[in-house]
């Protein structure tokens, strides 16, 4: 079971199939996407209360986290803590292989 659910919502709008299949897929830059743009609108949002509303640090730091979290703490999460213990990573989960690669 994948410690952030991604399974689960997969079985919703997809049906079952071979999961060595499903695991030659390569992840690449469209799967993280949705990622992104958790931190993009944020971002977006931010600069332009930046610009409309002047200089603010809160403001600042609730713009900031967002992009702090997904370039630092994504590896983290996803590679030391969570999928390398799960149990669907060594079937077929795409995100195991992607941070975990072994480096050359």
């Known amino acids: 079971m994948c ?8 079985s919703i709008f997809f049906k ?3 999961p060595k299949k499903f695991g ?4 690449n830059f469209k ?4 990622q992104l743009l958790v931190v993009l609108i944020p971002l977006a949002i931010g600069v332009a209360l930046l ?9 600042l730091i609730a713009m900031l986290y ?7 703490l994504n590896q983290v999460i ?6 390398i213990h799960c149990k669907q990573g060594t079937i077929c ?7 975990t690669k072994k480096k050359k």
Not at 31 to 34: A, E, G
Not at 66 to 72: I, K, R
Not at 93 to 99: D, T
């Open 24 to 27: 030659e897929r390569e992840l």
């Open 16 to 18: 079952k199939g071979n």
């Open 66 to 72: 967002p992009v702090f979290s997904w370039v630092c």
């Open 51 to 59: 610009i409309s509303r002047g200089f603010d640090v809160l403001i």
């Open 78 to 83: 996803y590679g030391k803590l969570a999928c």
């Open 93 to 99: 989960c795409q995100a195991l292989k992607f941070f």
């Open 31 to 34: 799967d993280l996407i949705p």
């Open 3 to 10: 410690a952030f659910g991604k399974g689960a919502i997969a």
